[in-house]
């Protein structure tokens, strides 16, 4: 196994590719009558551990990657100093709705059985959860939507949320902070989704919205992937989520030590996906661009007509 081996040059804990039955196969061919359960424990005695994949290489290195996380930095601290919201906003994975394997563990008497292939033509629906999490009061809202990820649905929870929440919480609030991935329903060069900002949250509530991204393949600092939707799928491991209703009520129930709360809302409006926005209408937004990488950090503020 000497070519075969990886290990921790801090805690020594080593590990290997191969499998306990080959390891057995390979010492039965040497004489050596071992059976796997054996060399398991031999295993464990050298002080190997089973290891899985960890998802921890960055796919892109942006040579701007640093400096953008240095701004966001500087604009968390500057909108905590005001009082102001800082939320961090993305859609969380898709759920078949039905009696479907939900991934992890749980303390019972047996197995709960469910479906033994996971069909979409069998689920009830294939639940979005979109998430929003408020950094500074530590409070998650989940909206979740039964048609598409779409640009208007990913502003529209927003809009839920300040309705219900956020205004509410900060009642002297003229400006919002954003922190979004750099891609999908809410990427930085998503014209669909600066329009909707405009129409749906700036205008109506006459709020100046401010958007940082986060590099691309940098999505894993996005503060509501380890603070809210890991809870969420702690809370639900192992349990199917066999209709909406459960679903919401997994998520309403996701509590911390440190205090966090969390909503859940269901969001049944269809959404069209395909929404083109023309340069006539971008040229109408009141978009302002932030000197430091303007591609990634902006302000949608109320347009003129507001009263």
């Not at 926005?277 to 003129?304: C, E, K």
Request: proline letters at 5%; glycine letters at 8%.
């Amino acid at each position: 196994m000497q070519h075969d081996t990886a290990g921790d040059p801090i805690t020594g804990i080593k590990w290997s590719r191969r499998t306990t039955r080959k390891v057995a196969e390979q010492l039965a061919a040497l004489g050596i009558a071992v059976s796997k359960n054996t060399v398991g424990r031999l295993l464990k005695q050298l002080r190997y551990k089973l290891r899985v994949n960890r998802k921890q290489i960055a796919s892109s290195n942006s040579p701007l990657r640093n400096q953008q996380f240095l701004y966001i930095g500087g604009q968390r601290q500057r909108f905590a100093a005001q009082g102001l919201p800082i939320i961090s906003v993305d859609s969380k994975k898709k759920e078949l709705i039905g009696n479907f394997k939900n991934p992890g563990a749980k303390w019972d008497r047996q197995p709960q059985l469910v479906k033994d292939h996971d069909f979409r033509s069998e689920a009830q629906a294939l639940a979005t959860p979109r998430g929003i999490y408020d950094l500074r009061a530590n409070r998650g809202s989940v909206f979740v939507g039964l048609s598409h990820d779409t640009p208007d649905f990913a502003v529209d929870t927003i809009a839920h949320w300040w309705q219900c929440e956020g205004r509410l919480r900060y009642p002297q609030a003229h400006e919002i902070f954003i922190l979004a991935d750099a891609g999908g329903s809410n990427g930085s060069r998503c014209r669909a989704w600066k329009k909707a900002l405009q129409d749906r949250i700036c205008d109506p509530w006459g709020l100046t919205v401010t958007v940082s991204h986060y590099p691309p393949g940098t999505s894993k600092w996005n503060p509501i992937e380890h603070r809210l939707f890991s809870e969420i799928s702690k809370n639900w491991a192992g349990q199917p989520l066999t209709d909406i209703e459960t679903m919401l009520n997994f998520i309403r129930t996701t509590k911390t030590e440190t205090g966090l709360a969390v909503s859940a809302y269901l969001i049944p409006q269809n959404y069209d996906t395909g929404i083109k926005v023309s340069d006539r209408q971008m040229r109408q937004l009141n978009l302002i661009r932030h000197n430091t990488l303007g591609l990634w950090n902006y302000s949608v503020r109320p347009t003129a007509n507001v009263i």
